[in-house]
């Protein structure tokens, strides 16, 4: 198993103490993660564009779903590989900045396994499975709506300077 130093350090707060307020009442890493997501989502426009749906998040984890629509088939008639990269991506996106630390990426892989077609409900489940400093590792599944895996994608992550969400201490 890869080790997972900081992925369950709970949140800080601008002084260190672990008390992130959302108007008088602690944050949870739950909610601060949810809260994440809401915030990149209200910025995102490709995922959006792209008819990806978030299903889940939680800390260093996320979800995201897209259904595989006619302009996204190739000359083959499968969906084209940038396709399920995006949607991968996207949920490494959710995953890696569910903490409250911006994070982009800094090298992402893919492997396909099997083709998806024209219908599919692709899921991306993305899990960070370690982190260190500013650097993480973020793990995504891509399946079809049948749990078939489509492919698998590792995304490295470095955080930046800023935050998504303001905590007021």
């Excluded at 650097?135 to 490295?156: C, E, H, K, M, W």
């Amino acid at each position: 198993m890869i080790p997972r130093d900081d992925r369950r350090a709970p949140p800080r707060d601008a002084a260190g103490t672990g008390d992130l307020n959302r108007g008088g009442a602690a944050m949870t890493p739950q909610e601060l993660a949810e809260a994440c997501a809401k915030a990149m989502w209200a910025e995102d426009r490709a995922s959006a564009g792209l008819g990806m749906q978030i299903i889940r998040v939680a800390p260093g984890e996320a979800d995201l779903t897209m259904l595989v629509e006619p302009r996204m088939v190739n000359g083959h008639g499968i969906c084209h590989g940038g396709f399920i990269f995006a949607l991968a991506d996207s949920a490494f996106a959710f995953a890696c900045n569910s903490f409250n630390r911006r994070a982009v990426a800094q090298s992402n892989t893919i492997t396909y396994l099997r083709p998806a077609k024209l219908g599919d409900v692709l899921t991306a489940r993305a899990v960070q499975t370690a982190s260190a400093g500013r650097s993480g590792i973020t793990d995504v599944t891509v399946t079809d709506q049948d749990g078939r895996a489509i492919a698998v994608f590792r995304g490295l992550s470095r955080t930046i300077d800023g935050h998504l969400v303001e905590i007021v201490a």
